[in-house]
């Protein structure tokens, strides 16, 4: 009955068939790792909100070489983990970052190294200000630092992949994204591989620094794409069974309905118009 499954044509549709249901399996699974992937990283950001803080140098490598250099970035699961560490801002090297969204408005982080015992240092995402009137890439007036030893609490961000330009404006570094090691060439020290996102700081920071939010990754999303693909991947089969099975029911004889077009045009007319007798 199904002998015509080892025809060319037939064993073609099959290993088309298995092919896009492997393609869409492998999709699938590409997906779910991604999902695991942001679902680890939204259970560190939740469990980073509320931890008590630890040394810097337990979560990121004391960087050791020279000056204009970045030390390694922390390990994966070391980011967004919640660390403290003590020393004073060196406002001559701030760096604005500009383009940044917060509620909706475009302005600047202003990210500034903060000078450690040892010499090396680290850098300090103080927070989001806005432009100066004239347009959203108007440089802003930064406020004021403490001058003396400050102790910082943060967030561990990791360098920001995407390289850009880091220009001179007016005394200030300016660029567009906080590569660390980037910004590293521009200033006179060792700098830690990461950078920290502020979330308290003593003495306090300057009121009109607003906090930088910490968004969760969109884990459901890659979650909704994994049950798309392997439900693809379970129509095709299910669909090469369906076709398969019609195909050996009609050359059987068993389905006997009749699959030809239907012409009505053709047809006889069932209710013919009355004619006028002669």
Same mark, same amino acid.
Request: charged share 20%; proline share 9%; aromatic share 8%.
């Given at each position: 009955?199904?002998?015509?499954?080892?025809?060319?044509?037939?064993?073609?549709?099959?290993?088309?068939?298995?092919?896009?249901?492997?393609?869409?399996? @492998?999709?699938?699974?590409? @997906?779910?790792?991604?999902?695991?992937?942001?679902?680890?990283?939204?259970?560190?950001?939740?469990?980073?909100?509320?931890? +008590?803080?630890?040394? %810097?140098?337990?979560?990121?490598?004391?960087?050791?070489?020279?000056?204009?250099?970045?030390?390694?970035?922390?390990?994966?699961?070391?980011?967004?983990?919640?660390?403290?560490?003590?020393?004073?801002?060196?406002?001559?090297? @701030?760096?604005? =970052?500009? !383009?940044? +969204?917060?509620?909706?408005?475009?302005?600047?982080?202003? =990210?500034?190294?903060?000078?450690?015992?040892?010499?090396?240092? &680290?850098?300090?995402?103080?927070?989001?200000?806005?432009?100066?009137?004239?347009?959203?890439?108007?440089?802003?007036?930064?406020?004021?630092? $403490?001058?003396?030893?400050?102790?910082?609490?943060?967030?561990?961000?990791?360098?920001?992949?995407?390289?850009?330009?880091?220009?001179?404006?007016? !005394?200030?570094?300016?660029?567009?994204?906080?590569?660390?090691?980037?910004?590293?060439?521009?200033?006179?020290?060792? &700098?830690?591989?990461?950078?920290?996102? %502020?979330?308290? @700081? +003593? $003495?306090?920071?300057?009121?009109?620094?607003?906090?930088?939010?910490? !968004?969760?990754?969109?884990?459901?999303?890659? %979650?909704?794409?994994?049950?798309?693909?392997?439900?693809?991947?379970?129509?095709?089969?299910?669909?090469?069974?369906?076709?398969?099975?019609?195909?050996?029911?009609?050359?059987?004889? %068993?389905?006997?309905?009749?699959?030809? *077009?239907?012409?009505?045009?053709?047809?006889?007319?069932?209710? *013919?118009?009355?004619?006028?007798?002669?």
């Amino acid at each position: 009955m199904y002998r015509f499954l080892l025809t060319p044509r037939w064993l073609g549709i099959l290993a088309l068939t298995l092919f896009a249901s492997f393609v869409m399996v @492998q999709l699938a699974d590409w @997906q779910l790792d991604r999902y695991r992937g942001r679902s680890a990283i939204n259970e560190r950001i939740d469990a980073g909100a509320t931890a +008590t803080p630890v040394p %810097l140098a337990s979560k990121v490598p004391t960087p050791t070489g020279t000056a204009g250099t970045a030390g390694p970035g922390p390990a994966t699961e070391d980011t967004w983990s919640r660390v403290t560490v003590t020393g004073r801002y060196d406002p001559a090297n @701030q760096i604005l =970052v500009r !383009g940044r +969204t917060v509620d909706s408005r475009v302005g600047f982080e202003v =990210v500034t190294p903060l000078l450690l015992a040892d010499g090396t240092a &680290v850098l300090v995402d103080l927070g989001w200000i806005p432009p100066a009137p004239g347009g959203a890439t108007a440089q802003p007036q930064v406020p004021a630092l $403490p001058t003396g030893e400050v102790t910082v609490v943060g967030r561990v961000h990791a360098s920001e992949s995407a390289s850009g330009a880091v220009s001179d404006r007016n !005394g200030l570094l300016e660029t567009r994204r906080i590569t660390v090691p980037r910004l590293a060439e521009h200033l006179p020290y060792p &700098v830690y591989g990461a950078y920290l996102l %502020l979330d308290e @700081q +003593t $003495p306090a920071a300057d009121a009109a620094f607003r906090a930088v939010p910490i !968004g969760h990754a969109n884990n459901w999303q890659n %979650l909704g794409y994994v049950v798309q693909w392997y439900a693809f991947a379970a129509m095709a089969l299910v669909g090469y069974g369906w076709v398969a099975r019609r195909e050996a029911r009609r050359a059987a004889g %068993l389905d006997t309905r009749d699959t030809r *077009p239907l012409d009505r045009a053709a047809e006889p007319d069932s209710h *013919p118009t009355p004619t006028a007798p002669a």
